[in-house]
């Protein structure tokens, strides 16, 4: 589960607190955003990552980063990619101005009264948003960046990865995945667009109908099917839908991204063009809404085959799990999204939906198909370093993996998934030659050690794709025994 395919690399970075706080106060961040525009010309794009406390301040808006750039676009980026905040420089660059229409499943913030973009964007207007931005970089820079990340991803002994195709649009998407040749496995599954009248289905259609599968010279191969829809938020904007009231905002349940009759009519299509269907669903109200209507629209009959993927899932509660099961749904989780703070989660969740939350070993021990990724890229991609979340679950201790479980979810499991089993994700006779060699034990090594891991050696299709005693971080010779 990844998101490759986006670069901005013209855009100038603005270095916010990574440290135990993770959530820059917005007077620090437009601090830095002053700091940088004063080095770079006017009209560079200026780019700043912002936690949960800035999306919620109404007065981090448009006319606040207006007043320490007023001559350079600047965008803040939510963690977690569903909250975005933009100036007016970045409006007019984008093309988007006050008599823009909210799309299907998003939302253009306004002034209450005047109808003037505060600059704030939600759900499906930042996906939109950040393809015309991610379309910016010059195509060497898309296919240097997907090279970039496939040596990365070599070393962390990755030799398969799922990437949503929302960041380009279709052809330009398809176009520098072929042209960057990974070593890697890679299975392209479209994101599709919403406009204000509805989904924007014709040219992922187009794609789909004219797109031939590919093996490049390196051996890695490119493939594109299925169909992945954006139901709800993250727990980070408050975007989730709950059953019960949000623990610090009574009354307040969520809000759906897109209408019941819109999944409803999304899943008979895909069982009709035999496509698999992925559903980003991350609270329970949302769950349940997604077990009700794949019962309405063929049970367990017409679904438990098609493998209709949940992604992340953490509000699949106890009650859901039979359902779940019955009907063939498959768990995609990010361990590192179950790092949130207790105290976070204790703004949504009350005491009992906290003490399931984010199920892992209820899954397995229910028989529940699940998988991982790291929904990450570059170094964030680690496998290893969601192994250790999986296998200590922050947010809900006795909901942890043994290390044996994660990384079974990590390998048979995606190969499930992806519904590619019976090629890969176990070492048998007759399955692709696709293994690591790791530079250390992951099952007995300390967990605080486990991040450390790298591949010393990665084999894809039975050819090398990263060899560390060949590479430039090549050992001393006496260290090569």
Known sequence: ?????????????????????????????????????????????????????????????????????????????????????????????????????????????????????????REYAIFRTMRRLCSMDPESTLVNGLRSNGRVMARQG???????????????????????????????????????TGRDMGEW???LASFMPMTNPAGGTVT???????????????????????ASRPGYFGMLDLPPDTIRAM???ARAA???????TAGDSTAALVLSLLEQTGGASGWSRERVRIEHGPGLQPDLLDAAKRLGVVVVQNPLH????????????????????????????????????????????????????????PANPKEALTREQAVIAYTRGSAFAENAEREKGTLAPGMLADLVVLS????????AALPDTHSVLTIIGGKVAYDELTSARALPPRDRR
């Open 274 to 280: 035999h496509q698999q269907i992925m559903l980003h």
């Open 224 to 246: 594109l099917s299925g169909f992945k829809w954006i139901l709800d938020g993250s727990p980070i904007e408050h975007g989730i839908v709950l059953r019960h009231t949000y």
């Open 440 to 447: 250390q034990n992951i099952f007995t090594v300390p967990a």
């Open 158 to 196: 990755i030799t398969s990865v799922q990437s949503f195709v929302n960041m380009l649009e279709p052809s330009l998407g398809l176009r520098v995945f072929r042209a960057a040749e990974l070593p890697q496995r890679v299975r392209l599954i479209p994101m599709p667009m919403t406009t204000p």
């Open 1 to 121: 589960h990844a998101h490759l395919g986006c670069e901005l690399g013209f855009v100038a970075p603005v270095l916010t607190d990574d440290g135990p706080r993770r959530d820059t106060p917005f007077a620090l961040i437009a601090d830095s955003i002053r700091a940088v525009v004063s080095r770079v010309p006017a009209g560079t794009w200026v780019a700043a990552a912002i936690g949960r406390e800035v999306i919620k301040d109404t007065s981090a808006r448009r006319a606040a980063l207006d007043r320490v750039a007023p001559n350079n676009p600047v965008a803040m980026l939510l963690t977690g990619g569903h909250g975005m905040v933009l100036n007016s420089a970045a409006l007019r660059v984008l093309g988007i101005d006050d008599s823009v229409r909210d799309p299907l499943g998003g939302r253009y913030e306004r002034e209450p009264g005047t109808g003037r973009l505060t600059g704030s964007l």
């Open 267 to 269: 899943l008979l299509e």
């Open 338 to 393: 179950l790092r949130g703070s207790r105290a976070q989660l204790a703004e949504i969740y009350d005491s009992a939906a906290l003490a399931s939350l984010a199920p892992l070993r209820s899954l397995v021990e229910r028989g529940i198909p699940l998988a991982f990724g790291a929904d990450q890229n570059g170094e964030g991609m680690s496998p290893f370093l969601n192994i250790m979340v999986a296998t200590t679950h």
């Open 205 to 207: 259609q187009a794609a």
